[in-house]
């Protein structure tokens, strides 16, 4: 798929026009769509400020009704570099101990980009709202640095750590073309249904024993 400023604007447009006719919430790509591997283009000024604050609401819209914790342009159908995550954390103290999971406020970044600020990783199980019904053990930097700006055009240059760096570099590679499933351990591959049955617990171990996949050495547990 070949991307330009106009094809990114008419994406939006019809986008936009989907969500007006169900509720505020636009339809989610699911893989196989070429949109989910195209690089998107960075935000340049493709729509006015409006525009794109509506589409950021859009998005924001989607991802709480599906329910999810973050959403890239690409899953709405658009290639443009844009995401929006929140995460209430929603989860139990040892859980959200292990996973070192925090609330994460509503946010939205353009043109993100991230790095890893150290080799510590951690792994656990992911989904994605464009593969709805299974996950997999996926090894994330613990702590990233995340650069890009705001919708007010103010600049991002942080570290983002624990469940909250998953989430963002989860939603950053979608910009460039990158699902999840590219970078997990396929052995973890799994139903929601028996991830919730069976590997329903705050880290991995028992699942790389079990399903007979290796953790990354240096793990973080």
Not at 27 to 46: E, F, H, K
Not at 93 to 103: I, K, M, T
């Amino acid at each position: 798929m070949n991307l330009t400023d106009a094809i990114v604007a008419q994406q939006i447009d019809e986008v936009l026009a989907a969500a007006d006719a169900h509720d505020g919430i636009a339809p989610i790509v699911g893989a196989g769509d070429p949109i989910l591997r195209t690089p998107v283009l960075p935000y340049s000024g493709q729509v006015d400020d409006a525009t794109l604050a509506r589409l950021a609401e859009v998005m924001a819209k989607t991802m709480r009704e599906a329910p999810g914790v973050g959403l890239a342009g690409p899953q709405v159908g658009v290639g443009l570099s844009i995401f929006v995550a929140e995460d209430p954390a929603a989860v139990s103290a040892e859980v959200a101990a292990v996973r070192e999971r925090e609330p994460l406020p509503l946010r939205t970044v353009l043109n993100a980009q991230y790095e890893p600020v150290t080799g510590e990783l951690a792994a656990f199980y992911e989904g994605c709202l464009s593969i709805p019904g299974y996950q997999a053990v996926v090894a994330r930097p613990r702590t990233i640095g995340l650069r890009g700006v705001d919708l007010t055009g103010a600049p991002i240059d942080e570290e983002v750590t624990g469940w909250s760096a998953r989430i963002v570099a989860h939603e950053t590679d979608h910009l460039d073309g990158i699902l999840f499933l590219d970078k997990a351990e396929m052995r973890s591959l799994s139903t929601n249904a028996a991830v919730a049955r069976l590997w329903n617990e705050p880290s991995t171990q028992r699942a790389a024993t079990e399903l007979g996949f290796t953790l990354p050495s240096g793990l973080l547990l």
